[in-house]
């Protein structure tokens, strides 16, 4: 079985240096590295780059967007089996002898795998990776975690067969976009599995703003999903917006009664031991701590703003957008 291994980039040189030097020293070389810079203004190769022992494929288009920058290189990948990972991750040197092991003793259609922190990354890319892998802050839902949903594979570490590519289409340029393909191939009758020892190192996003900014658009395109595939909204998606009430709730009723504040704080304090147990150190999980408040209220807030404002009201800046791929969706597209 031949890989090849898609990669869309948008100005994130360094980030692709250290990719490239993981697959590199890979133990298993059957696969092809298809590089898709999106309208980049800072390449990440230049044009005498030697990427041996690697099959690369570099291109350079216009920016329009991840979704279609991940189409255009499976229109032009060769292997029998696509895998899709971030710019900013890196891979073990045994991750692909792993994958072909996994896919020949449990066959599957498409397939996810966990993220972790590499020892390199920052005390902050440690922190929001506690926050957003932790079963107290997203209930274990984005892989190597017993979950409290189906599990779903997301484009940092995803992998589908050509058959499913042929069946199923390409990627939809939205929000969640990983989400929407996760859905649509497993409504297409394929299976999908998460094979737990098949990780990556995710750098994620290089401080909390950022990563507001970012919980903030899952929780809003959460809201999206639910739209295009009703009922899809499960029990685990609603926790932070819950906690988001609640914690706010709390904090107004602890001004005339000091003791509401006792659960807030038992929780904080659940998150900084499990913190401190996964990470073993203290400073990245007081940051942890921080992190998750981060991803909770971030992704709670967005998720309360577009219930709001698409389910409750029928309005908002997406709707005309959301319209547009419930009908493809309904036409098969």
Known sequence: ??????VPVYNRPDEVADLIKSLKAQTDMGFELVLVEDGSTVVALPDNYDASPIKLKYYKKSNEGRSIARNYGLERAEGDFFIFVDSDCILPPDYIEKLRKSLIENPTDCFGGPDA??????DTQKAINYAMTSFLTTGGIRGGKVSMEKFTPRTFNMGFSREVYEKTGGFREMFSEDIDMSTRIRLNGFRIMLYPDVSVFHKRRGNLRK??????????????????????????????????????????????????????????????????????SLKVASMGVAASMVQLLGYGTGFIK????RIILGRGRDAEREKEIRKGKNEGL
């Open 1 to 6: 079985m031949f890989f090849s291994i898609i």
């Open 306 to 309: 577009a219930y709001f404002t």
């Open 117 to 122: 922190a590499h020892d390199s990354f920052t």
């Open 211 to 280: 990563f507001w900014k970012q919980v903030h658009v899952f929780g809003q395109s959460r809201i999206t999903l639910e739209l295009l595939y009703p009922g899809s909204m499960k029990l685990v998606h609603w926790l932070p917006a819950v906690f988001t009430v609640g914690a706010i709730g709390l904090l107004i009723g602890s001004i005339f009664w000091p003791w509401l504040l006792i659960p807030l704080c038992v929780y904080l304090i659940a998150l900084w031991i499990g913190g401190l147990i996964e990470t073993h």
